[in-house]
């Protein structure tokens, strides 16, 4: 992949704006886990060192546009960042009209999804982002995948774009390690929604040899081989698609394995009374908030015999302490295991965090979304604005 770098330009007295992912998890006004902001902290210094004036862009969860939420603001990031920075860095909540800043000095511009027209790519945002600096620099692979404002829209805009050092370190990181993946090819994918992963697990199947699904997604391929799954979250109307996915796993020689116990509650909270279930005996008032101790087992067997672990999202509500098990034992399963393992996504960076230690894991990834589109072969939209600025350039 060609494109311009950051670390080949000259900075020294430039406006420098750069879009990072710091899309983290906050709760009660602190930041519960930096890993993004940390994996952003080398390109912030780069910048500085190049004796550049840093405009940081972000997101922060999905706010209503043009309805600036205090439950979204960056604050907390910009908080945490002043901390690892050793530096003071400036929240400015109105910055599209324009922001002071001088070299060796850094300010968080706030949450993006604040402004009208950012989520839908709108271009003359973009420009008016844009028009703030004087190099654009795309840093967030986590974002990558979205073609917005402030990540493809202001490359194919600014005077002059380029790829940030995290940005590039994974694409170069993630192109390796999928180029020959050591087989077999193990996937763990977790979340809430089978729709919205779908496609990615469609072709993951083409991919890989197993694929381990967690989470909601999970409660629907339960309840598609014919389990109750009580009140549990799950997708009805993808029952057929969850019977297609097996049957195609099958039909390739892998499987989707369906947990053999589960841990249930009657209702969702940090106090909630866990009980373990064989999978064919969940209550109707129950839902099904983590795997049970025999599927851990099993689980960790599948990922002690793969080549390669891809892993995005947890199997089970981990940010409560009794439904974590599951995601813990995956966690440490992998950590264990001799394979190249990959990771992303902001839970499974929270779970890594809680459950790992660092060395365990091959390669941490800090995109969620944008980590399995790439996974599944899918160009980027930041990504692909960057390389036709490229080819634009040397063409003409
Ligand atoms: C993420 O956490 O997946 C990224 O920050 C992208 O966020 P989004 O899914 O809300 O676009
Ligand atoms: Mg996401």
Not at 51 to 70: F, I, T
Not at 89 to 110: F, H, I, N
Not at 369 to 392: I, M, N, S
Request: aromatic share 6%.
């Amino acid at each position: 992949m060609t494109y311009l770098r950051m670390e080949n330009l000259d900075l020294a007295g430039k406006r420098v704006m750069i879009r990072e992912d710091l899309n983290v998890p906050v709760a009660g006004g602190k930041v519960t886990s930096d890993a993004r902001i940390r994996a952003a902290l080398p390109t912030i210094r780069l910048a500085l060192n190049k004796g550049a004036a840093v405009l940081l862009l972000s997101h922060l969860g999905r706010p209503v546009e043009g309805e600036p939420d205090p439950q979204f603001s960056l604050r907390p990031v910009a908080d945490r960042l002043s901390e690892l920075l050793g530096i003071p860095v400036r929240l400015e909540a109105d910055w599209l009209d324009g922001v002071e800043v001088a070299s060796g000095q850094v300010v968080l511009c706030e949450n993006v999804r604040f402004n009208p027209g950012e989520k839908k790519n709108d271009e003359a945002l973009a420009r008016r982002m844009a028009g703030l600096c004087d190099v654009f620099v795309m840093d967030a692979f986590g974002t990558a995948h979205r073609a917005q404002a402030s990540t493809e829209g202001i490359v194919r805009t600014a005077r002059l774009a380029c790829a940030g050092p995290l940005l590039s370190r994974e694409l170069d990181a993630l192109q390796k390690a999928l180029n020959h993946p050591e087989q077999p090819l193990l996937a763990i994918v977790g979340g809430s929604k089978v729709s919205t992963k779908l496609t990615v697990l469609d072709t993951l199947l083409d991919k890989v040899d197993e694929l381990i699904v967690g989470g909601g997604i999970a409660n629907t391929f339960i309840a598609a081989v014919g389990h109750p799954v009580g009140r549990s979250l799950f997708e009805p109307d993808l029952l057929p698609e969850a019977q297609r996915l097996i049957r195609k796993a099958h039909d390739a020689g892998g499987s989707i394995p369906i947990p053999v116990d589960v841990v249930v509650a009657e209702s969702f909270s940090n106090d909630a009374v866990p009980l373990v279930r064989m999978v064919d005996q969940v209550q109707p008032g129950e839902m099904i908030l983590d795997i049970g101790p025999r599927t851990i087992v099993e689980y960790s067997e599948i990922i002690a015999g793969a080549g390669t672990i891809l892993w995005n999202g947890p199997v089970g509500v981990f940010e409560f302490e009794a439904f974590s098990a599951g995601t813990r034992g995956v966690a440490e399963a992998i950590g264990r295991s001799g394979a190249f393992s990959i990771a992303g996504g902001g839970d499974t960076l929270a779970a890594i965090d809680a459950f790992c230690e660092p060395d365990d894991i091959s390669y941490i990834s800090t995109g969620g979304g944008a980590f399995l589109e790439f996974v599944e072969g899918k160009t980027l939209p930041a990504v692909q604005a960057l390389q036709d600025l490229y080819q634009h350039s040397v063409s003409s």
